[in-house]
């Protein structure tokens, strides 16, 4: 019977307040609603007009747990004014350790000027300092500042308007940083380093964030509501997230949430002191939960569905009943006996009927505060999900605020109910102790540790950043390298090899006829057959297949690898059903040579990891012949020996008569040019002049470039085939930039400056960061999540936001540093051509291939800027080939067949 009975009263009540009941549906589309105005909110156009105004705090990350030292903080705003000493320390367990004192604001100060009220809070703060015998240390001191501000700094925020009771004349519009920094300095008796200025709001995720790595939104249901982190464009710059406060109890402002506004929540906005504003909070936050209670109550009794249609003055004066009467109703088991007490307490006699229906009341508005609480915190989740891109989300908010904290079931079910709405998401709620106190310290400690971190990691970076004189250094140091390379006398112990290479034109257009190319020294070996036409059907067609040298090739005999490289050739010629064919061939053989003519070229030494023994000293056109006579299947006619840059130039040439030096930025580095047979002292005869292969990769092998070099290079050189070899290619080429920015994160992570020092095992594996990863990662169209996916491909599984900062940032050193070393080089060789004819300026093109140097997306930029600023004199004209080290061989072979078939006797002058 008490059941029936019960049930009975509640299905009354619950009738009177249909429209307090809000179902799962209702709640989605509340959730919706919300995540709108959020999107509002930080929209730059949108925001002037937006409700939920999503305040930018300038907090941008959240404690990692490696914070230490001791930190002052100020709370204002909150129930009391206090000053804190908060001791951060990390040894092995975080801990934290508080002392703080209340001190009172008179009523004068609260309303007096503003100079008055700053003038009294730093003499709290001196007295604090004074007492606890700390007022020589010049401490971090971070400050809650809980009042509606417009904050562009962490340390600079601009108070709105005054609320809580404060009046003081003269700070509304002001930066109140400012006017404590300036209230400070005018005693004189202590100094203070104020670093952050913070919403309480904040300062509760940041508490939390200490505890839970993962907090990353913080909750007050007390008195008022808020709060979250996200990537934020109203603020210049979009790279990572910043801390949002959200302001979220303004939502509804605009009227979105009328049609679930009840009469009674009209009624409470009518007698606020301020109609039409913060409608949501009015839902939700403490300070009305109770009044709404009791205009419902008043409601009913009016009706005369209660306290058989009697008020009392004290039921009907606003304010009288509480909030916390409502927790203390919903208590399951002194609820009944509270309700009793109260409702007697305000002067009425309630049945034992009107007891249990206004517990129901009660029960009704503090739920649908809740659930409304979770629908706008569920739109944030999910927020926070599409930004990271992920499946589920696995997050923890850090929440306060009495309601939260005394109601006995509103936080079960707003979590309840966020799971409901957001069930993709694993979401932990941890209680945050003193959020306003210790937040403001914790805000403080970060920015601090962030400071610190910050400051060695570009100590780090500077090591690989080039100055304009070390640039002018290093094109100084090349022309020496060049000049000794050139002369007879010092050839020998020069880096830079200047090889001949027999190459004394480029062509005319009147070649003909059907060629046959190989090259090998690049990432793929290729065998290319080249159709070459003149005159008015002038053109260049080619064919080619792609063939893999095993790695035990490589490795092996001189033999072995030129048999192979035979049978590709016999294969290609059946593919392309021309088997027996005997044609003319260009071998480009992309390594140092030592030339005496077109047709020869003595292997110096093997680079690009090649190892193959018995070819270094030999020449490797007639290791080729040899192989072929093996092989008695075919007869070719070897007639060039190329350097796949003189093949660059020799293409780009075909095209553009003022190409004279060719650029290979790929797996290696090379460059050729056209020298003065004069100073080309290796090689008889002063007239005209001559292809040089520079072989400028071993530029730096006699300690040109130790200066320059850094641990990180010094590392990637031990790691390679060849240690000590070319040192200049490894700070510039494809084969080794990935590696020098996988160490540079190792060097990072190993002090704790990324990853939260947490080694991946794939990271320490040699060659796991691909060049390519560069062109990826620094490409401006490429948003963070993207960096951040290809960290994952590299195991690097929890990166944050800042990490994939600080990766792109690494490699955009990296990469400019190779892109301005390459520039200054290049700078030396085309000054030297200038000067080599005596011009005042001088225009000139280079032809450039390698895939590095045509897909990075920044490389060339750089590389371009560095010349105009190194060689001003010089007009260049940097101009892509396409495939020099395929149709440049072939049309090296092709000129000097034509100079042989003119009856020219010497197939050297080309
Ligand atoms: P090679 O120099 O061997 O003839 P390439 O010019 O194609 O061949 O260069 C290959 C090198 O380019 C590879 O070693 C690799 O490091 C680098 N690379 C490949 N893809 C990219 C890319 N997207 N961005 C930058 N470098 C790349
Ligand atoms: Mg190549």
């Known amino acids: 019977i008490v059941l029936m009975f019960t049930l009975h009263l509640f299905f009354q009540v619950d009738k009177f307040l249909y429209h307090m009941r809000l179902s799962d549906e209702n709640l989605m589309d509340v959730s919706k609603r919300f995540r709108r105005e959020m999107d509002k909110g930080l929209g730059r156009d949108t925001n002037p007009t937006a409700a939920v105004k999503m305040l930018p705090t300038f907090v941008r990350s959240t404690p990692d747990g490696t914070e230490t030292g001791d930190f002052l903080a100020l709370d204002l705003g909150g129930t009391n004014f206090r000053v804190l000493l908060v001791r951060v320390s990390s040894n092995g367990k975080q801990k934290v350790e508080m002392e703080n004192q209340i001190y009172a604001i008179p009523e004068n100060i609260m309303r007096g000027s503003g100079t008055e009220l700053f003038d009294h809070i730093a003499e709290c703060l001196a007295n604090f300092l004074e007492k606890l015998g700390i007022k020589d240390k010049k401490l971090p001191l971070g400050f809650t500042f809980s009042f509606p501000c417009q904050q562009t700094k962490l340390d600079e925020s601009f108070l709105v308007s005054w609320t809580k009771g404060f009046k003081a004349s003269g700070v509304e519009g002001r930066d109140v940083v400012g006017l404590l920094r300036k209230a400070i300095k005018k005693r004189g008796d202590f100094d203070i380093d104020i ?8 300062g509760t995720m940041m508490t939390c964030g200490y505890d839970d790595h993962h907090c990353e ?3 007050i249901v007390g008195e008022s509501l808020s709060y979250i982190l996200r990537q934020l464009d109203l603020v210049d ?30 009624e409470i906005d009518a007698g606020s002191l301020n109609p039409g504003k913060q409608l949501f909070e009015k839902m939700i936050s403490g300070m009305y939960i109770g009044e709404l209670v009791r205009l419902i109550l008043v409601k009913m009794a009016k009706d005369g569905l209660l306290f058989q249609g009697h008020t009392t003055p004290d039921l009907l004066t606003t304010g009288h009943f509480q ?18 007490q109260v409702l007697r307490g305000l002067g009425l006699d309630p049945s034992p009927e009107d007891c249990v229906a206004t517990q129901r009341v009660c029960q009704i508005v503090s739920t649908r505060a809740a659930h409304l609480c979770a629908a706008t915190l569920a739109a944030v989740l999910r927020q926070i999900r599409d930004n990271k891109a992920a499946e589920r989300l696995r997050t923890t908010v850090g929440v306060d605020g009495s309601v939260y904290k005394n109601h006995p079931q509103f936080a079960r079910r707003l979590n309840k109910m966020v799971r409901l709405l957001v069930p993709d998401c694993d979401v932990r709620f941890l209680r945050s102790e003193d959020g306003s106190g210790k937040g403001a310290a914790m805000v403080t400690a970060v920015a601090h540790r962030l400071a610190k971190q910050h400051a060695e990691r570009q100590r780090i970076l500077n090591t690989l950043r080039l100055s304009r004189d070390q640039l002018l250094e290093v094109k100084k140091r090349m022309e020496e390298e060049m000049n000794r390379g050139l002369a007879k006398k010092t050839h020998a112990t020069a880096t830079v090899k200047m090889l001949p290479t027999f190459v004394r034109s480029t062509p005319d257009g009147t070649e003909r006829g059907d060629f046959l190319a190989l090259d090998l020294g690049g990432t793929n070996f290729r065998v290319l057959l080249v159709r070459v036409r003149s005159g008015k059907r002038r053109s260049v067609e080619m064919h080619n297949k792609i063939y893999t040298i095993p790695q035990d090739i490589t490795q092996g005999t001189g033999e072995e690898l030129f048999d192979h490289i035979v049978h590709c050739i016999a294969d290609f010629l059946e593919y392309m059903g021309m088997k027996g064919a005997s044609l003319p061939l260009g071998f480009t053989f992309s390594f140092p040579c030592h030339q005496t003519r077109l047709d020869q070229g003595i292997l110096i030494k093997w680079t690009k990891g090649f190892k193959a023994s018995g070819c270094e000293g030999e020449d490797v056109a007639t290791l080729l012949k040899d192989a072929i006579h093996r092989s008695e299947d075919f007869d070719l006619d070897v007639v060039a020996v190329v350097n796949d840059t003189v093949g660059t130039m020799m293409t780009c040439g075909y095209e553009d008569p003022q ?9 290696g580095t090379n460059t050729c040019y056209m020298e003065e047979m004069s ?15 520079m072989e400028w990769g071993a530029f730096g092998d006699r300690g040109e470039l130790d200066d320059l070099c850094t641990e990180f290079d010094r590392a990637v050189d031990d790691q390679s085939t060849y240690p000590g070899k070319q040192r200049y290619e490894k700070m510039i080429s494809g084969m080794y930039l990935g590696e020098i920015v996988r160490n540079v994160l190792l060097d990072f992570t190993a002090k704790g400056l990324l990853f939260r020092g947490k080694l991946s095992e794939r990271l320490k594996t040699r060659g796991i960061f691909e060049t390519k ?11 963070l999540r993207q960096v951040r996916s290809i960290l994952q491909h590299l195991g690097l599984t929890s990166s944050t936001c800042d990490d994939s900062i600080l990766v792109k940032e690494v490699c955009s050193v990296v990469s400019k540093r190779a892109a301005q070393l390459c520039g200054a080089g290049l700078s030396a060789v085309i000054d030297k051509i200038r000067l080599n004819r005596g011009l005042e300026k001088l225009s000139i093109t280079v032809g450039v291939d390698g895939t590095l140097y045509k897909l990075h997306p920044h490389f060339a930029t750089i590389m371009r800027e560095t010349l105009r600023d190194l060689a001003p004199n010089c007009e260049v004209t940097l101009a892509q080939s396409e495939d020099g080290s395929g149709k440049g061989a072939a049309l090296i072979t092709a000129v000097a067949c034509r ?9 050297n002058i080309l």
Do not use: H
């Not at 670093?195 to 904040?202: G, L, P, R, Y």
């Not at 939502?251 to 009328?258: M, N, R, T, V, W």
């Not at 409502?326 to 006996?337: D, F, I, R, W």
């Not at 100073?679 to 292969?693: A, F, I, K, P, T």
């Open 773 to 783: 990863f560069l062109s990826q990662i620094e490409s401006d169209r490429l948003a």
């Open 659 to 667: 190409c004279e030096v060719g650029l290979i930025v790929g797996t």
């Open 195 to 202: 670093v952050a200025v913070i919403n309480d709001t904040v």
């Open 237 to 266: 710059g979009d790279e990572g997230r910043m801390c949002v406060n959200m302001e979220w109890g303004a939502f509804g402002d605009d009227g979105a949430l009328d049609d679930i506004r009840t009469e009674f929540d009209r």
């Open 217 to 219: 939104i913080g909750l």
């Open 679 to 693: 100073n080309v002292e290796l090689v008889d005869g002063d007239e005209g002049r001559m292809c040089v292969n």
């Open 899 to 907: 100079l042989r078939d003119a009856g020219n006797p010497s197939i």
């Open 323 to 340: 909030t916390s009467f409502v927790s203390a109703m919903e208590n399951k088991k002194s609820g009944l006996v509270s309700a009793e």
